[in-house]
């Protein structure tokens, strides 16, 4: 059977439809011909030039990532900016690009749900009695102090180092949860009960509303907080496509744009 860069994209679309995806965003294939034929995958969170690079040695067709390269109409192609010089790349090396992003967030299986399995919560759930949501609510099997809980944080998304917005002397038994910049959810989740929040790239204002309302924030970081869903949307093409005989390589080196000095 004969795998396409279309077979690729109605993959992804069965994980993560875009219909799902928020109407801000930017979701499904972003350049190349929907008919070219697809014999390896390169799977990444961002499309980034040293990802281009690793696609292009590896004469893979087409990069899925989660972030879409292109998120606004461009009057532009200049190929001595960054955007403009990975498009000319792209286009050259006959290179697809496919993203999920919002709609992967919210699908289930998606972003969210697996900072959840990550975390080690059970009983999941969407938030409120909605049928889809970005965020997602769940429960520790053990009660945690805020500390403990952040220390928990850091070492199962293996990071160097978590911010914690400690908001009081209590213990956490329910979370709620938004990968990547999910501060917006904070409140929401403390009106469903969370004793404290994860997410990333919180600001300061943001931080002094969570002490405020009494819910505990841990922000781990916009690339940690997503980035283990690269194995699993690999994995999941990898078993969608199993009868293409296509290959489907991941990304297992990208690192955090921060450093703690």
Not at 18 to 36: F, M, R, T, V
Not at 59 to 76: G, S, Y
Not at 111 to 117: K, R, T, Y
Request: proline share 3%; with cysteine; net charge negative.
């Amino acid at each position: 059977m004969k795998c396409t860069v279309q077979t690729v994209a109605d993959a992804v679309n069965r994980l993560a439809p875009k219909k799902l995806a928020e109407e801000w965003d930017n979701p499904g294939l972003l350049i190349g011909d929907p008919s070219a034929s697809v014999k390896k995958i390169f799977v990444c969170l961002d499309v980034l030039d040293e990802n281009i690079s690793k696609a292009i040695e590896l004469d893979a067709q087409i990069i899925v990532a989660h972030h879409p390269l292109i998120f606004r109409a461009i009057k532009n192609v200049r190929f001595d900016l960054p955007l403009g010089n990975k498009i000319n790349r792209l286009i050259k090396n006959n290179l697809a690009v496919f993203a999920a992003h919002t709609n992967l967030d919210i699908a289930a299986g998606g972003v969210n749900d697996i900072l959840a399995e990550k975390i080690g919560l059970v009983d999941v759930k969407n938030f409120g009695d909605e049928e889809f949501s970005l965020g997602r609510i769940g429960t520790l099997e053990t009660p945690m102090t805020a500390e403990d809980f952040a220390r928990h944080v850091k070492k199962v998304l293996n990071v160097e180092n978590v911010r914690l917005i400690c908001a009081g002397d209590f213990k956490i038994k329910k979370v709620g949860l938004c990968g990547g910049a999910g501060a917006e959810f904070i409140q929401k989740a403390k009106f469903f009960g969370a004793q404290a929040f994860v997410t990333g790239d919180v600001k300061y204002h943001e931080a002094q509303a969570a002490v405020e309302n009494k819910i505990h924030v841990v922000d781990a970081g916009h690339f940690a907080t997503e980035f283990p869903i690269v194995h699993v949307l690999a994995d999941y093409l990898r078993d969608e496509l199993k009868n293409f005989g296509v290959e489907i390589i991941e990304d297992t080196t990208a690192k955090d744009f921060f450093t703690t000095i």
